[in-house]
Structure formats: C-alpha cells, structure tokens
C-alpha cells in the first residue's frame, strides 16, 4: 500500500490512478482535516465487495446520479 499526502496525490494524480487501474496498487490519502481515503481499482472493488456479501457497498444510495452537485 502507498501512502500519500492530499496535496502529493493532488499533483500526482493521473498517475496514482494510473498505477491503481493497471498495477492494482492500493493508495491510501491522508487529508489535511479529514480522514483517510483508498484508491482501489474496481476489478479489486468489485471482488471485496462481493465476497464482503456486503451489496450496500457496491449499491449506489437511492438517488444517487453520480455527479457531484452540492459536493463542491
């Protein structure tokens, strides 16, 4: 797992998702006043979600249209 700063993985970006989609790199991010975030391909996703039998993970919420209205 590789650890990142939010301001290294800001600069950084298209290559952390880079390595994340073909290498299956898990990247952790730690923001300046927030909590951590992992970066994890979907294939990887996918697969710990399924065998989590945890739908509500892979389930998007009621509603929800994935645009980021209201989020910035």
């Given amino acids: 797992m590789l ?3 939010y301001e290294e993985a800001l600069q950084n970006f ?5 390595n994340v989609a ?11 006043n927030h909590e951590s975030v ?3 391909a979907k ?3 996918d697969s710990l979600s399924g065998s ?3 739908p509500s993970l ?3 919420p009621p509603g ?7 989020w910035l």
Avoid: E, K, W
């Avoid at 298209?14 to 880079?18: A, E, G, I, T, V």
């Avoid at 073909?22 to 300046?32: K, M, S, Y």
């Fill in 22 to 32: 073909t290498d299956h790199q898990v990247i952790t991010v730690q923001g300046a």
């Fill in 3 to 5: 650890n990142f700063s």
């Fill in 64 to 70: 929800a249209d994935n645009n980021l209205d209201g």
């Fill in 14 to 18: 298209p290559h952390l998702l880079d």
């Fill in 58 to 60: 892979a389930a998007s």
């Fill in 38 to 40: 992992v970066l994890i």
């Fill in 43 to 45: 294939d990887d996703f």
């Fill in 52 to 54: 989590l039998q945890a």
